[in-house]
């Protein structure tokens, strides 16, 4: 049996792999040079145009950008109404700035445990939590793969309460044949380096409703409206709490460029987690991740579960032979309610989300990125094997 790189061995690779990295090429740099060499370097015509772009790809009607996705889910729950004595549900197995962005606004993040096939929000669980107070679901497409939005966008209708789809992992996935983007009230992306396309920093707000877009561009910008205009043409008013949310054109042009390739970018992503699937298929210590037959997984990660049953170490002694290997895996994500915040200021508690921590116990993201190589893949289903063979009970 091989040494393992942990214990003195050779690593399967001499030079780190990243779990996910931008691409960014020639044409990208041009473009953003462009706007840099005009006197419009702030929000100006690139941050409409890289609304439009994003927008028509996603079949909405408007979009509205914004500097992250923090930002973007921020500016939906507050335009949703969420405020002080309010809930909103969402799924533990997230990034914080989910549950954050209802704290912002004074809501509670009352959280509903996880389905343990696809890892998204169990629409049974969101029954369970509804009470007078719900104002929102927030469904995460968890890794990708959209979570169960029509069911969702039923109990959220009968409720009359918004759906703010965080589709941060999910830009260019499908479901039921439609793009992700305009399937709730609001559908958020994060334009972050490790995500489908990069702006550096960014976000955006998607949705069809024009009473919510309004409001999004007022929240972006200070909450500052010109309605007044008849009283002097520097008048403008603020009725409403806003924040400098704004993007900028050099960013958007990024953006715009990226766009071109966004569909190589996903079918590439799809290509790597195809060989992930087939390389593990033969590995009962593996359990690797599902595509529902009416959807199309935009892969934003790639996470694994270990049968740890069938080995002689836990996850973390497996994650950290991985890395030693020169594959540098990561974990997405520790439940929320696992955190010290939101125990100390809610009350959660271990054993709240039974789905969503024995999923945590066993999962690890693997490296998915459009540029990464085919030898690159093979590093990984290599280091993979070697640890498990090592392991294996
Ligand atoms: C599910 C999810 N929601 C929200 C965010 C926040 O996006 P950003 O980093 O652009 O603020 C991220 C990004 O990491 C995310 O993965």
Request: overall charge positive.
């Amino acid at each position: 049996m091989e040494q393992l790189a942990i214990n003195g061995g050779k690593p399967v690779r001499s030079n780190l792999l990243p779990y996910g990295h931008q691409w960014i090429d020639n044409e990208d740099i041009a473009s953003v040079v462009r706007v840099l060499k005009t006197d419009w370097i702030t929000q100006g015509p690139k941050v409409d145009e890289f609304e439009r772009t994003v927008a028509e790809y996603c079949g909405a009607k408007y979009a509205v950008a914004v500097s992250s996705g923090t930002a973007a889910l921020h500016a939906a729950c507050s335009v949703a109404g969420i405020s002080s004595g309010h809930e909103a549900i969402t799924t533990p197995i997230t990034f914080a700035a989910t549950a954050n962005s209802v704290i912002y606004c004074g809501g509670k993040p009352v959280f509903a445990d996880i389905r343990q096939d696809t890892l998204n929000i169990d629409v049974k669980e969101i029954e369970k939590k509804l009470s007078p107070k719900t104002k929102a679901i927030l469904p995460v497409d968890f890794a990708g793969h959209p979570a169960d939005l029509d069911e969702i966008r039923a109990i959220a209708k009968k409720r009359k309460i918004v759906v703010i789809e965080d589709a941060c992992h999910a830009l260019g996935a499908e479901y039921n044949g439609r793009r992700i983007g305009s399937l709730s009230d609001m559908t958020i992306f994060s334009f972050h380096p490790v995500k489908h396309i990069t702006t550096g920093e960014g976000g955006m707000v998607l949705t069809n409703n024009k009473g919510f877009y309004d409001r999004l561009r007022v929240f972006r910008h200070h909450g500052i409206t010109k309605n007044n205009q008849d009283k002097g043409p520097w008048h403008y008013e603020i009725h409403n709490l806003g924040y400098n949310f704004r993007i900028t054109d050099f960013q958007c042009a990024l953006g715009i460029s990226q766009m071109k390739r966004l569909d190589r970018f996903v079918e590439r992503r799809r290509e790597i987690a195809a060989r992930y699937n087939q390389a593990f298929a033969g590995m009962k210590e593996l359990v690797t991740p599902i595509e529902a037959e009416d959807v199309k997984a935009a892969y934003h990660i790639y996470v694994i579960q270990l049968r740890t049953e069938l080995l002689k170490v836990g996850r973390k002694e497996i994650f950290e032979a991985l890395r030693a290997e020169g594959i540098v895996v990561n974990v997405h994500y520790m439940p929320l309610h696992l955190h010290p915040y939101y125990r100390r200021e809610f009350g959660y508690k271990r054993g709240d989300y039974p789905i969503s921590e024995r999923y945590y116990e066993r999962a690890i993201t693997l490296p998915i990125f459009p540029k990464m190589s085919n030898a690159d893949i093979h590093s990984v289903v290599r280091a993979m094997r070697k640890v498990v063979d090592f392991y294996r009970k």
